[in-house]
């Protein structure tokens, strides 16, 4: 008897790898949403940032960062190709906030250093699953000298 289905090749130790970190940099994202949220709600920093309270700046600023950070959850999460976009959206919405207005949103060094290494880890990963690829391409192959 023939099996129906097609043989689907077991993902690799970076394929692995990736999926693992993009799920731990969506969970990161949901908690960002949840400090938004909880901010916006009254929840945290003792009800003194809730919306109607807030700066028209911050109200932009939090009120856009509590809705681009869950989604960027999810497309993290599920590991589609929409969620790294989405991610840099929210990332470089809150490095400009801290680059071009710290006096409105003040300066946080920390998470600037997190994004930024967000970022450098998702391009050597995708750099390393580029090359993984063209090996494979290139092993492969039976046609080439």
């Known amino acids: 008897m023939l099996h129906d289905s097609v043989h689907v090749p077991k993902p690799s130790l970076t394929e692995v790898l990736f999926a693992w970190f993009l799920r731990l940099v ?79 949103f003040g300066h946080r060094p920390l998470l600037i250093a997190l994004h930024g290494s967000v970022a450098v880890t998702f391009i050597l990963s995708r750099a390393a699953l580029l090359y993984q690829r063209l090996r494979q391409v ?3 192959r039976v046609d080439s000298p």
């Open 26 to 104: 969506a969970a990161s994202c949901f908690w960002f949403a949840l400090n938004y949220w909880a901010m916006l709600i009254g929840f945290s920093h003792n009800g003194a940032g809730r919306f109607d309270l807030l700066s028209a700046e911050w109200r932009a600023a939090a009120t856009a960062l509590a809705v681009v950070y869950p989604v960027a959850a999810i497309g993290l999460w599920l590991l589609v190709s929409w969620g790294p976009v989405v991610w840099v959206v929210a990332a470089a919405t809150e490095i400009a906030m801290d680059k071009f207005y710290p006096g409105i």
């Open 138 to 140: 290139r092993k492969v």
